[in-house]
């Protein structure tokens, strides 16, 4: 018999479908979630489940830990599928709910139809069978808001180096009880669960590969080569219409922005490992070079456009190289937020206050009548020898009402300005520090 099976019908069962955990007690991870007195196992205790959302990554036991709290409360399990369900499956669960309890799991949630949450939704107000739903979107963007008002949302998290160890642990353990001896160094066993991703479903299927087909050959020496051929095409956790997808955009830029280079580096590395487009990169970068570096270096905006021309004619595995050079130039730049901050702060100007008359010296002089308008006094700087000259602008707009110098030790463009300003006007410009 497959030594992987877990029913007499001689099916193969993967690995990480054998080794679910049949009680909260046998999970790995999602220790808040499932520590003594936790809201989940108070709702067990007092048979008072009702309606569940658990939400997370793949692999981190959403799964797991509805069946496991179905085998605790002792009710029949119905596992559906979002993708192929239908509404009379909905109905007919709900049916034998009034007849005896039934706990209904529902994978990728956030897939159901309007219909089809519909029916659900009454099902979970009027408490006619327990219901446990399982999504990796995040259930506040991507399920009816009334479903999740009837729902406790839980969230779980990515699984730990350390619980990925544990989840290797107990496989080798399974297959060891099987019959085949899987010998994995410390570390390599490390390797392997970091590879994988905080994914446990990942581990397990990594294990697999590397041990079925060796039965009756002797104790399974695990190499970094199998391990590299495992994991050759093994990708990282990233849904690119998701929460993973902004949450390591997010990353990236506030990396940039906190000048951390390797932190940088990192975030860069794992969107180009998922395979994102290199033109979206190149826009996040162009677009933090103004924002947070703006004038403290005026080249890092020209680096970040020279960046996003370029991957345009070159795209991967090259534009990665490139993609850095305009990535590590907005890390290492000093900062300044005065550009972003400027604009906001005028726009929001604009919106509630009322429209400033353009003074009379600024209008459009070039036409024959214009000085019979009173279109005239306006003063060319380039005839002073400063090249400035003092005369309003915009009236009831104050220095600093929009515009505060970020310049500080450096002596970045913004602080040679203030200089340069402070001496021809005999004024110093407003500062935010």
């Not at 993967?14 to 989940?40: F, H, M, N, T, W």
């Not at 353990?173 to 410390?186: K, P, Q």
């Not at 391990?227 to 997010?250: K, P, T």
């Amino acid at each position: 018999m497959d030594l992987f099976a877990a029913a007499p019908d001689g099916r193969h069962h993967p690995l990480a479908d054998v080794l679910r955990p049949s009680s909260l007690d046998e999970v790995i991870g999602q220790d808040k979630l499932v520590a003594p007195g936790s809201l989940l196992r108070r709702r067990i205790a007092a048979d008072a489940l009702g309606s569940l959302l658990l939400y997370g990554p793949p692999g981190v036991g959403k799964t797991s830990i509805a069946r496991a709290v179905g085998n605790m409360l002792g009710k029949e399990f119905h596992a559906l599928h979002a993708a192929g369900i239908r509404v009379q499956d909905i109905r007919r669960i709900a049916d034998e709910a009034r007849i005896r309890p039934v706990l209904m799991f529902v994978d990728e949630v956030h897939r159901l139809s309007a219909t089809q949450a519909d029916d659900l939704l009454s099902i979970c107000e009027d408490g006619t069978t327990d219901f446990v739903g399982a999504t990796t979107e995040n259930p506040y963007h991507a399920i009816p808001k009334a479903l999740v008002s009837r729902s406790q949302v839980l969230k779980l998290e990515p699984l730990t180096l350390k619980d990925m160890e544990e989840v290797l642990r107990r496989g080798i353990a399974h297959l060891a009880h099987g019959g085949i001896e899987v010998v994995v160094s410390n570390e390599n066993a490390r390797v392997i669960a970091g590879r994988s991703g905080g994914d446990a479903r990942r581990v397990l299927t990594a294990l697999e590969s590397l041990a079925i087909g060796h039965e009756g050959d002797g104790p399974v020496q695990v190499t970094e080569e199998m391990i590299d051929e495992v994991f050759a095409a093994a990708a990282v956790n990233f849904d690119r219409s998701g929460d993973q997808h902004y949450d390591v955009i997010s990353a990236f830029v506030k990396s940039m922005r906190g000048s951390d280079p390797d932190a940088t580096l990192h975030w860069l590395a794992v969107l180009i490992h998922a395979g994102e487009d290199p033109r979206f990169i190149a826009r996040r970068i162009m677009i933090h070079a103004s924002e947070d570096v703006g004038l403290a270096d005026n080249t890092a905006l020209q680096t970040a456009v020279a960046a996003a021309q370029a991957v345009e004619r070159i795209g991967y595995p090259e534009a990665q190289i490139i993609l850095a050079h305009a990535a590590l130039h907005v890390a290492r730049a000093p900062k300044s937020g005065s550009v972003a901050r400027g604009i906001g702060a005028a726009l929001s100007y604009v919106r509630s206050q009322p429209a400033l008359q353009v003074p009379l010296h600024l209008r459009d002089a070039h036409y024959t009548g214009a000085k019979s308008l009173g279109h005239k006094g306006y003063r060319f700087p380039h005839d002073d020898p400063r090249g400035w000259v003092e005369q309003t602008y915009a009236p009831s707009v104050e220095p600093g009402d929009f515009y505060q110098s970020d310049a500080r030790q450096a002596a970045t463009f913004e602080k040679r300005a203030d200089e340069f300003w402070a001496q021809v006007s005999g004024q110093k410009p407003p500062r935010r520090f």
